[in-house]
């Protein structure tokens, strides 16, 4: 494959075709990326953090035009890409602000004169991007990586060509120092080789559980540091004592978003059977009147899937979830005409075993679960090999609180819908991935925490004969 082509996924229509980039491409930007990274680790915390201002400015003055790139490459609702656009514009903010704080060393008591935790630059950091949030995937490592003093290589799905070179753009706009930021457009079978030179000292990925796996296998094989933020089937819960009105309405948003194509929706809907019927009820009817259209259009809530392959495999996993015994309340058959759009569709009675139960749903479909009780609800929620995001809706918050410690996933949402939030870390554990991105910990995943130990001792050691 020598180029790639962005498609348009409203009409199917070709936007732009662009040449893939050459060896010799690869070995000057990875090149210039380690020396403009050994420049910037020197600056000081506050000259970086200068400059995640000034990237969140240029994404705030650019909104508009940035939002339109990633609605006419992958089709999310336009009023949700200006959202999109905004939401990286507050977490270069958020890391300017904190990381002076996240990055001071951090005393240790011990039987030095001084001891300190001190939190290093790591290096240059490859970036494997999705799709599905093309800007929001790319700021959410890169503000935390460059304010850390790391450089950061991005290489953007290839459906997204447009975007990937839109993000080095507000880049370059900011004023990053030439060479410590670049998009790379190459083939996957160029990967490998970037992961395993020694200029690049980690790597970052969001995506499928399947490419995880890949990249995990190859970056272990080079010993290099890994954060990977994979697939989900994310469970919302929803007790007997819930306020179904509002859970309803939660639940149509969370599945729905983005036109149901990220890891942290909402997919399997586990309802306690004593208000399933009614639940259900409410949700068809709020899913139902979903508007599907023109994503450019500010009222249309379901725009197209991103790609013709994403819209057809769901509709399978639809198909032989019904095949197996699932009961189809809404949609369920790709809408007529261009453009790659499938309807807000809900399957009821799911079980487990059934496809909709066991495999990640990426697009615009529910699968609801009646459980008998709270034990049913929390042991069905964790019956799957994912372990991303959760919700649980209760009136007894205090009991959700405790059986929030309960469920398997990075992170528990009590009367609310999950969401990543740069205040709080993100990110799963079993195929879900590993490492956290977003807060503290997000930005302390690509430094070396490094200990600065100063004698001469003042007192013995607690165990000065032990091994090492």
């Not at 936007?15 to 690869?26: N, T």
């Not at 190859?218 to 089937?233: C, F, P």
């Amino acid at each position: 494959m020598t180029t790639i082509t962005s498609i348009n996924p409203t009409s199917g229509a070709e936007i732009r075709s662009f040449e893939l980039k050459s060896d010799a491409d690869i070995e000057v930007a990875l090149a210039a990326a380690a020396s403009a990274q050994k420049l910037w680790k020197k600056k000081p915390v506050a000259e970086r953090a200068k400059l995640l201002t000034s990237i969140a400015a240029v994404l705030r003055e650019g909104k508009d035009k940035y939002a339109e790139t990633i609605v006419r490459e992958m089709g999310k609702p336009l009023v949700e890409a200006e959202g999109e656009v905004e939401k990286c514009a507050y977490n270069c903010d958020f890391y300017a602000a904190h990381a002076a704080a996240y990055l001071a060393d951090e005393a240790v008591p011990s039987n030095a004169t001084e001891s300190v935790v001190a939190f290093d630059p790591l290096g240059v950091v490859l970036a494997i991007m999705p799709w599905n949030y093309p800007f929001w995937q790319y700021f959410r490592f890169a503000a935390p990586a460059l304010a850390a003093g790391n450089g950061a290589i991005l290489k953007h799905a290839n459906n997204v060509p447009e975007c990937a070179l839109a993000v080095q753009e507000v880049m370059e706009k900011a004023g990053v120092p030439v060479g410590l930021t670049a998009t790379l457009m190459i083939d996957n079978s160029k990967v490998a080789a970037i992961i395993a030179d020694d200029r690049i000292a980690a790597v970052t990925l969001t995506g499928s559980t399947e490419v995880g796996a890949i990249v995990a296998a190859q970056a272990g094989k080079a010993l290099k540091k890994q954060v990977l933020e994979l697939g989900g089937s994310d469970p919302f819960i929803v007790l007997a004592d819930a306020d179904i009105e509002a859970a309803a309405e939660t639940a149509v948003k969370a599945r729905y978003i983005n036109v149901g194509q990220s890891c942290v929706n909402a997919k399997r809907f586990i309802v306690d059977e004593k208000i399933a019927d009614r639940f259900v009820e409410l949700f068809v009817e709020k899913a139902a009147a979903l508007k599907i259209g023109d994503p450019m259009e500010r009222d249309t809530k379901i725009g197209p899937m991103a790609r013709a392959n994403l819209r057809d495999t769901l509709h399978a996993q639809v198909e032989r979830s019904v095949a197996q015994g699932a009961v189809l309340k809404l949609g369920g058959n790709p809408v007529e005409g261009d453009g790659f759009y499938y309807p807000p569709t809900v399957l009821d009675n799911v079980k487990p075993g059934m496809v909709a139960f066991c495999e990640e749903t990426f697009g615009p479909v529910a699968a609801v679960i009646r459980v008998s009780g709270v034990e049913e609800a929390i042991a069905v929620a964790n019956d799957t090999e994912f372990g991303l995001g959760a919700a649980l809706w209760t009136s007894d918050v205090e009991a959700a609180k405790l059986l929030a410690r309960d469920i398997d996933a990075g992170a528990v949402f009590i009367n609310g819908m999950t969401a990543s939030d740069p205040r709080y870390p993100f990110g799963g554990i079993k195929r879900s991935g590993y490492g956290r991105e977003l807060g503290v910990y997000g930005i302390r995943e690509f430094v070396n925490i490094k200990t600065v130990w100063t004698g001469p001792a003042v007192a013995p050691a607690p165990t000065p004969n032990a091994p090492e």
